[in-house]
């Protein structure tokens, strides 16, 4: 077999047969395979494309078929189906069973589809996919279904004695991944080959991942199997007459066909076609059949919260085959290479001999994308439903359709079950202690406030776009919402524009996300755009219904700080009534660090760690509005807490977000290079350019007042600080306190130090790593100042 295909599969199916003949008491395996042409009359919608508009194919290329492979060992019975179709929709599977004969059990049919896209549409009810699928013909569903089950029929009536193998083998030239240059594939070609007593194949089945797409511009109108016609019709040609060549697409979310002969046309989907089915032939000869024991798995299990539950099922069919140490996984939809890659490492740790994923299997809920694309604006993670852990879900929910058990020590993929978190009240908030892995982290703070959570997404995600604020009144949304008219589209839709926020941020922390979503009982978007609210507010194409963070922050450093060293006071002005927390988080692996904020905002405006080191941000609208790609400013601050020890590490970081464009950042605490405790403060400012500025003879403001890029308000405050503490030789925590609260007695607005809006006033003394908090009381004064000690005892 070579390269080509592992030798040790012939071996593996003559050891299933020893044992198999050891056990006894068990019928030898029959096997039966059939096709039947399913080409759709022309004028009939195709299926793949929405550029088609819904017009109806003008001709036919070649013919779209259905095949099917009937497997029993005398326990056991399952029929195998795969169809030249773009998907398997919940009508044609519907129709489809009703149809089947009664000889094998309804949960024992598996079909698929090769996803071409010059297959008949038509059979689709679903809104979210007929703009692809084009007008419903109820026609076109049955006569369908009716031709799957003659073949599911004609595969039965021909069964007898059979043998069955499977192997394995690599390509590298036939796929490419089509979102990343250079990026992962699938270079495994999955065979399995079933003989007859005679040992001529009744069936050869080929498994690879890749996108039937070859058919471009005028062709696009034209019916067609694709690259899987033409491997069809070269393997059945390499094969004794009689072979049914069957094609099961793997983990193609994204990849696409590569073309080795560099050819046009027609031309590179035969060549494709072609190219596959000489290497699935080149495996199937070096396969040696025997018997085996054949074992199916199904689940319908509850599906991960989603803000499109109006188009997509809660539950869906998941189901696994196993022949002897084979297994395969069906994929009800188009899973990334990547997820692809993380089933088969599984079930090999589980000590299959070999895993090939089926997708676009029984039903088609379409895209499952890996965490790490979530924030990218590629089709399949925009198409992706479910949550940026939907392939942890599949990996748990497959492990417990096998049948073989977990290795020693192994991992568990699910979630695990989580402790509430301690909550206190403390001077007017709630302090909360968050502790253990990301997920855990989050869910204990979901859990803790979901209330609190939830009510800003009715308020400010929800509310404004029923009353038609927050949509752009221009673009693709605005277009949208001109004719649907429906909030539940227009969440969905904002829920898909605001990932690209998710980019550079890591995945623990999007893990925490996922927990905090989960512990608030909330769909993933639906947290992620209450999390995005202070960049929508900043934004004048979202509507100013509300806005953010307009603060004062400043610090004092070296000799002007006394005692202490680095001084650090911030006032947090923010919109609207707003529960205070203070949130103390103790995770797994990293920096513990302090929080002072919302129960919803998991991002950082205002905090420190057990480092010393501080950091706090603002908006500042005269340097402009924030990108929208590029984690918000409160998670790159998030981030920096857990991870960064010094000054040095956070502003290298931060001259690296160039998208941050409308924010300041104050960073205060110690020099990574000093072998003492020594301190230091910078400003960045994030406008046309990232800008540095440090502090002037000990004393930094958070902005300058002479600046033209500056807010009025804040050019008002920041004179009133410089005005208060510039000229003093000292400056210490009690005249921090005291600049702070500056304004009460005149009552201003946001041109005040404190003001209506004031949601905590914090004095930061990183040395000691205290943070001293205070809150406005009932009438709006400030409370009582609360101390919180990051480490036991002082340096």
Same mark, same amino acid.
């Given at each position: ?8 599969? $012939? ?14 008491g ?7 395979a059939a ?10 919608p195709?299926?793949g ?16 078929w ?15 189906v ?5 998907i ?10 009703e149809l089947?004969?009664?000889?094998v ?21 679903? +809104? ?33 004695q ?31 080959r079933v ?9 050869i089945?080929?498994?690879f ?7 471009? @511009? ?23 007459a ?15 066909t590569?073309? +080795? ?7 590179r ?6 190219l ?6 080149? *495996? &199937?000869? $070096? ?9 199916v ?5 509850e ?13 869906v ?21 990547e ?10 740790k ?7 994923t ?20 590629y ?17 748990e ?9 977990? +290795?020693?020590?192994?991992?568990e ?6 402790p ?13 202690v ?11 703070? $979901? ?49 898909? @524009?605001?990932?690209?926020?998710l ?6 922390? *999007? ?44 610090a ?6 006394g &005692? ?16 205070p927390? *203070? ?10 660090f ?28 005269a340097?402009?509005e ?21 000054v ?5 970081r ?7 464009r ?28 990232? &800008? ?9 403001? $958070?902005a ?27 400056? &210490? ?39 001293e908090?205070?809150f ?16 036991e005892?002082?340096?």
């Amino acid at each position: 077999m070579g390269r080509e295909a592992k030798i040790g599969a $012939g071996a593996r199916c003559l050891a299933a047969l020893a044992l198999f003949v050891a056990c006894g008491g068990a019928q030898a395996l029959e096997a039966g395979a059939a096709k039947a042409e399913i080409t759709p009359p022309l004028g009939a919608p195709l299926n793949g494309y929405g550029d088609r508009l819904g017009r109806g194919c003008v001709a036919v290329h070649d013919p779209v078929w259905v095949r099917c492979l009937y497997l029993s060992d005398g326990e056991t019975r399952l029929f195998l189906v795969n169809a030249d179709l773009c998907i398997i929709n919940p009508e044609l599977r519907e129709r489809v069973l009703e149809l089947a004969p009664r000889e094998v059990p309804k949960d024992h049919i598996i079909l698929t589809a090769t996803h071409t896209h010059s297959a008949q549409g038509g059979m689709v009810k679903s +809104p979210l996919f007929r703009s692809i699928s084009g007008r419903f013909v109820p026609e076109l569903v049955e006569k369908t279904a009716a031709r799957f089950a003659e073949t599911m029929r004609a595969a039965l009536e021909r069964r007898r004695q059979a043998a069955i193998g499977y192997g394995t083998g690599e390509q590298t030239t036939l796929s490419t991944n089509r979102r990343v240059p250079d990026g992962p594939i699938d270079p495994q070609i999955g065979v399995i080959r079933v003989d007859d007593a005679e040992g001529v194949p009744i069936a050869i089945v080929g498994n690879f991942a890749a996108h039937p797409t070859t058919v471009g @511009g005028a062709d696009q109108m034209s019916v067609s199997a694709d690259y899987p016609g033409y491997y069809y019709e070269e393997l059945e040609k390499l094969c004794p007459a009689g072979t049914v060549a069957l094609f099961l697409n793997g983990a193609e979310g994204n990849q696409r066909t590569a073309n +080795p002969e560099d050819k046009a046309g027609w031309g590179r989907t035969e060549s494709i076609g072609r190219l596959l089915a000489v290497r699935v032939k080149s *495996i &199937a000869n $070096g396969i040696k059949c025997g018997d085996a024991r054949l074992h199916v798995a199904q689940a319908a299990p509850e599906l991960p919260r989603t803000m499109a539950s109006f188009l997509v099922p809660s539950t869906v069919l998941l189901q696994t085959l196993e022949i002897n140490d084979l297994l395969l996984t069906f994929m009800p939809g188009e899973a990334c290479v990547e997820i692809g890659h993380g089933l088969r490492e599984r079930a090999l740790k589980r000590g299959y001999g070999a895993q090939f994923t089926v997708g676009l299997s029984n039903d088609f809920l379409a895209y499952f994308a890996p965490a790490e694309y979530y924030g990218y604006m590629y089709y399949e993670a925009g198409m992706n439903f479910y949550g940026p852990w939907i392939s942890r879900w599949f990996y748990e929910q497959f492990a417990q359709l096998m049948t073989r058990p977990r +290795p020693a020590g192994d991992a568990e993929d699910a979630w695990p079950a989580t402790p509430g978190a301690t909550v206190e009240q403390v001077g007017g908030a709630k302090r909360v202690v968050l502790t253990g892995s990301p997920y855990e982290v989050g869910f204990q703070r $979901g859990a803790a406030f979901r209330d609190a959570i939830v009510e800003p997404y009715e308020n400010q995600i929800v509310a404004p776009l029923e009353a038609g604020v927050l949509l752009p009144q221009e673009g693709m949304w605005a277009t949208l919402s001109s004719y649907l008219h429906t909030t539940d589209y227009s969440l969905v839709y904002l829920g898909m @524009g605001s990932r690209p926020l998710l980019q550079g941020i890591s995945n623990g922390l *999007i893990e925490e996300l996922q927990g905090m979503a989960d512990g608030a009982e909330m769909p993933f978007d639906a947290l992620w755009l209450v999390q995005c609210t202070p960049t929508f507010g900043a934004r004048s194409d979202n509507g100013a219904f509300f806005r953010t963070a307009f603060c004062t922050m400043f610090a004092s450093v070296g000799d002007r700080a006394g &005692a202490d060293d680095l001084l650090v006071g911030r006032n947090l002005d923010w919109a609207g009534d707003q529960q205070p927390v *203070i949130v103390d988080v103790r995770p797994a692996t990293g920096r513990r660090f302090v929080q002072v904020g919302f129960p919803w905002n998991a991002g950082v405006f205002s905090g420190m760690n057990d480092a010393g080191l501080v950091l706090c941000a603002e908006r500042m609208a005269a340097l402009g509005e924030p990108e929208t790609e590029g984690a918000p400013v409160e998670f790159v601050l998030r981030e920096l807490l857990q991870r960064a020890d010094s000054v040095e590490q956070a502003l290298a970081r931060l001259r690296e977000q160039t998208h941050l464009r409308g924010c300041h950042v104050l960073v205060a605490g110690p020099e990574s290079d000093a072998s003492e405790w020594a301190s230091q403060v910078q400003v960045v400012e994030f406008g046309a350019s990232v &800008a540095v500025r440090g502090p002037q003879q000990g004393f930094a403001l $958070g902005a300058d007042p002479e600046s033209d890029l500056v807010d009025e308000a804040a050019r008002t405050r920041y004179a009133r600080v410089s005005e208060l503490l510039g000229g003093e030789h000292i400056i &210490a925590t009690a005249k921090i306190k005291k600049a702070l609260q500056d304004g009460l007695a005149r009552g201003g607005g946001a041109a005040s130090v404190w003001n209506a809006e004031t949601k905590h006033s914090i004095v930061f003394r990183p040395t000691a790593r205290v943070i001293e908090v205070a809150f406005p009381d009932e009438s709006g004064m400030p409370g009582d100042y609360v101390e919180i000690v990051l480490r036991e005892e002082a340096p």
